[in-house]
């Protein structure tokens, strides 16, 4: 381990002071950002409201920080009482989120190069993150310095950890990758204090366990179910919902006949035990890789004349769902991409109509959404106050083709040739705001010139929703019509989300583009040097 800090003696005594409670966490004011996606239930809306549209045309850049070594940045920088924290793997900075300067930063050595990394969790004096050797780490707010690690899986076998963990009540809350080498994934709690593992939730069951069932002879013990992205967390249910991975191998499903549980679906867990309350899954026996880690939403709104406790969840095989998330209820769902040619549909129940053919094989089939989905990683949000849910939409379909290799359990992928995206004229990205309730489009905003996803989205309540673009273009869209009403061209590629704070009364925008961090407020006129 090698730290090296920077001004920490003027910064250690604030630092010590700016614990992060559990109440804090709940209740994520306004001034911070302390989760990966701002709050526990996802929505990535913020109510601050200083850069709005009317005052969003004077946004610029307030500083920049370069992260050393960087070309790929996927972090969400976290915010507490002024002081920023941003990773890429293996590393973590403290920075003075009112200028970029450095206050410390963390090395861990010896460096495993996998990526990418999204980020911290923070919770009493510590800071959390994972690595690409997985472990889960707990550092020091005020030095940056190791208090505890704990190893998640060996990474000999091929496992790591993208993921930004989550603190509950004293729980981290870490996933982990990859399952497309035929590794089995798993979700754990450990105690915040102490690394100590307190439950492990394995999303394939094992024989006799419920769901065992679903899988054919012993495919699952080479069954998948990643676990690489953030889920949330309701704290009156006192439940976490987490999406899951594809099962494996990838493009080929002959030898794990079955719906392939829990793959591809959305788990509600016991924050305390681990253990499973209700499931949904999107795609039973999925071919096409499309994992179902995608951010689920959770919103209290009217349904059909009813309040519900709502979950929204725009998954990569093209179709938005609705669910009760106190139950698991399919409520409804609805494609939100036109190129979905696998399924006519859904039942009653929100399994998929397939489309008999339309799934891998030898020579080739197109299949529309492409493996890389109609949605991804990319974090969507939803505005309360326009009741529309913003997501980053792919329109494009793939080549998919089925492998007749055969399967070998940690080396290479199944797929061999995989799926080839077909990416012609019709190939477009899209920012589309939908009907909370009815998936209805409400408007789009095309990302020109963009044929892969780029960044996630904010929504904030100055009536804007921000929106980082892979050719490097950073916008703010009018949350109501979808109109662009300022830019700004970063320069570097996009991947990440972005997120707001503010700090001493003066809100800031900010986010990673590739190698550097961003954070932009409102211009203010210069002082009169005579007065």
């Known amino acids: 381990m090698m730290i090296n800090k920077l001004g920490c003696l003027a910064w250690c005594g604030l630092l010590l002071g700016s614990e992060v409670t559990d109440r804090q966490l709940r209740e994520a004011s306004s001034a911070n950002w302390l989760h990966y996606n701002g709050s526990y239930d996802s929505r990535r809306h913020s109510p601050l409201n200083q850069i709005n549209v009317t005052t969003v045309d004077a946004m610029v850049p307030k500083w920049i920080f370069h992260v050393p070594g960087a070309t790929h940045l996927e972090s969400v920088p976290i915010v507490v009482d002024g002081v920023m924290y941003v990773t890429q793997p293996n590393e973590v900075y403290a920075l003075d989120a009112r200028s970029g300067r450095q206050i410390w930063e963390y090395h861990r050595v010896p460096a495993r190069q996998k990526g990418p990394n999204r980020g911290v969790a923070v919770w009493g004096d510590k800071v959390y993150f994972t690595t690409p050797d997985a472990y889960l780490i707990a550092l020091g707010a005020a030095s940056g310095n190791v208090i505890w690690e704990t190893k998640l899986a060996e990474a000999s076998d091929g496992y790591w950890s993208p993921a930004a963990p989550m603190v509950v009540k004293g729980k981290v809350i870490a996933g982990i990758a990859p399952s497309d080498h035929g590794l089995n994934g798993f979700l754990d709690a450990y105690d ?42 309701d704290p009156e249910l006192n439940l976490l919902y987490w999406g899951i991975g594809n099962p494996a191998p990838d493009f080929n499903g002959d030898a794990r006949k079955g719906d392939n ?239 707001t704070y503010s700090v001493r009364g003066k809100q800031h925008i900010a986010l990673t583009s590739a190698s550097d961090v961003i954070s932009f407020g409102l211009l203010e006129p210069k002082k009169d040097a005579t007065k």
């Open 261 to 499: 549980l829990y793959t591809e679906c959305v788990v509600a867990l016991d924050l305390d035990t681990g253990k499973l309350k209700w499931h949904f899954q999107f795609t039973p026996h999925d071919t096409m890789d499309w994992d179902a880690v995608e951010i689920p939403v959770l919103v209290d709104a009217p349904y059909q004349g009813k309040m519900r406790k709502l979950m929204a969840h725009a998954d990569r095989n093209g179709f938005y769902y609705l669910l009760d998330r106190v139950t698991g209820q399919f409520l409804m769902g609805t494609p939100f991409v036109h190129q979905l040619n696998w399924a006519t549909g859904l039942t009653a129940e929100g399994r998929p109509i397939r489309v008999p053919g339309i799934e891998p094989s030898l020579k080739g089939t197109k299949v529309c959404p492409a493996a890389s989905g109609a949605a991804n990683w990319q974090s969507p949000a939803y505005n309360p106050e326009t009741g529309l849910f913003y997501v980053v939409a792919q329109e494009g379909c793939g080549m998919a083709n089925k492998s007749t290799e055969t399967f070998r359990p940690g080396g290479f992928q199944f797929r061999a040739t995989g799926d080839v995206n077909m990416k012609d004229e019709s190939w477009k990205v899209y920012v589309r705001a939908l009907d909370l309730t009815t998936g209805k489009l409400n408007w789009e905003s095309e990302r020109i010139g963009s044929t892969s996803f780029g960044g996630g989205l904010l929504s904030t309540a100055g009536g804007l929703i921000f929106s980082g673009e892979v050719n490097g273009q950073f916008v703010a869209l009018d949350a109501k019509s979808g109109k662009t009403v300022w830019h700004f061209n970063t320069g570097q590629a996009i991947t990440s989300q972005p997120m």
């Open 192 to 233: 915040a204090t102490t690394g100590e593992r307190l439950w492990r939730f394995d999303p394939i069951p094992r024989p006799g366990q419920p769901g065992s069932e679903t899988w054919a002879g012993d495919s699952w013990k080479t069954g998948g179910g990643d676990t690489w992205l953030t889920g949330s967390y």
